[in-house]
């Protein structure tokens, strides 16, 4: 119970405050996590990082729209096609084998670390307006279906996936990107969590409420920070938070 306890408030730590930061979905940090360290089964883990990652996107899109970064028109627009294919997602998941979600899940850990620490997103340019709203909304739901399927798929990459979406193709500065990805993120996280649970209910249920304590924990306090912090040191702090327990994952795993 204390190795339990302990994973779950690491894993919890390192989601929240991912969450929080930089939008990153709380699955690219608990799913690894439980099953390198607790030998959970993919398909439960990806399950119980989606769950965590619903009342973490919702506090940390409340203090985003505090601070009037969140852009609701364009999100939902996105939110149409990311709840539809995160179902797909989420049922296709269900055939693939247990090694492949796994090893999958440590990888994408890894890289989006190395990403933020190596290709930091710094945008400042402010959401396009010279562009009509049906161009971008169609922009926004096509990305959406695409980001949908991934997340309900792996249970990872759909925050960064938006977050480089909303920065790269629809010209949003960081922090307002980040609000948008995190309120986004609510809905299709508890999508993905319901429609796991309909196909597999959860089996391990002190995991699924530790995960969500504790990364609610820490997403109220990532958002907090990351709302007055710097861009440069946030993608610092995420990418080497998830560098280390991607390399620490990885030598549990394989040696």
Known sequence: ?????????????????????AGLSAATVISPMLLTFLDVPAYDAIGIALASDVLASAASAYTYAKEKRIDIKNGLVMMAGVLVMTVVGSWLSSFVEE?????????????????????????????VTGERFWIKAGKSLVCGMVIGLICGFFGAGGGMMMLMILTMVLGYELKTAVGTSVFI????????????FVISPPSQLDLLLLCICFTLLWARIGAGIATK??????????GGLLAGLGLVMLMVTYI
């Not at 912090?229 to 995420?238: Q, S």
Request: glycine letters at 12%.
């Open 1 to 21: 119970m204390l190795l339990k306890l302990l994973i779950c408030f690491l894993a919890g730590a390192g989601a929240g405050l991912g969450t929080g930061f």
């Open 99 to 127: 090694n492949t979600l796994g090893n999958f899940s440590v990888v994408m850990t890894l890289v989006l670390g190395i990403k933020f620490l190596i290709f930091p997103v710094t945008s400042t340019r402010r959401t």
């Open 185 to 196: 993120m609510t809905f299709s996280a508890f999508t993905g969590a319901a429609s796991h």
């Open 229 to 238: 912090a710097d861009t440069l040191t946030l993608n610092r702090i995420t």
